[in-house]
């Protein structure tokens, strides 16, 4: 969804993940809504599961009142009465030292049909179905940097750990080994180490068709993301 926000005309963000402002307004002056409901934070959503998302940068509605900022309001898909699934996979491993993968699974369809009164089976419109859409996301460097990362190359790093100091050469205390290294004793990478980042995306609803022309949706997300960042 971010991507999406942030190309309307009124946005600005300043990188990809932050946050957005528009029309000059603080970040935590916009009101994000999903499926009708205020939430909080990212709108971390599986992509499968977005069916529209509307950005309102000025002249918003009452019902969004209370926003000084702008709204991101996102609707997401509900079930539908009929069996599918998909599955994504993407990875950038092959190409590069960044590590970008990506895998997501969408299925959905009927759990209980209408009994037919001329068949008596249960073949006619659906009662329950539902919709699932769930990605998990990896990423060794989510935000590489233009110039290179040095580090301390394997045999001067297991040296410093065996002699983290060393005596001061007028006698008087000691000091850290590290003060000594040299260019020499460093090795250049193109991505950042230690910063791994694993980001799971998960949502789903059930429909229930209480009658000719109304239903009731239940549902929920999960969004997990653990990593390091510097």
Do not use: C
Not at 19 to 34: D, L, S, V, Y
Request: aromatic fraction near 10%; hydrophobic fraction near 35%.
């Amino acid at each position: 969804i971010g991507q999406i926000v942030a190309t309307t005309a009124g946005v600005y963000q300043a990188d990809d993940g932050q946050g957005f402002n528009i029309r000059g307004a603080r970040q935590g002056n916009n009101q994000i809504f999903i499926d009708g409901v205020k939430v909080r934070g990212d709108i971390n959503l599986p992509r499968d599961a977005i069916a529209q998302t509307e950005v309102i940068t000025g002249g918003l509605p009452a019902q969004y009142g209370d926003a000084t900022g702008g709204v991101i309001n996102t609707t997401t898909k509900s079930a539908i009465p009929v069996f599918f699934g998909s599955a994504e996979f993407l990875s950038s491993s092959l190409f590069d030292k960044y590590h970008y993968n990506l895998g997501a699974l969408t299925m959905g369809g009927p759990i209980l049909k209408r009994k037919n009164p001329q068949t008596g089976k249960r073949d006619g419109p659906p009662v329950i179905s539902f919709l699932f859409a769930g990605e998990y996301q990896f990423d060794q460097d989510a935000s590489p940097r233009a110039l290179p990362n040095y580090i301390v190359k394997d045999d001067v790093l297991r040296e410093l750990e065996q002699n983290p100091i060393t005596p001061s050469a007028v006698g008087l205390g000691v000091l850290s080994s590290a003060e000594f290294l040299t260019q020499d004793d460093l090795t250049t990478l193109s991505y950042r180490p230690n910063v791994p980042r694993h980001q799971v995306r998960l949502n789903g609803n059930f429909r229930i068709q209480t009658g000719k022309n109304t239903s009731l949706m239940l549902g929920g997300r999960y969004n997990s993301t653990n990593g390091y960042n510097w």
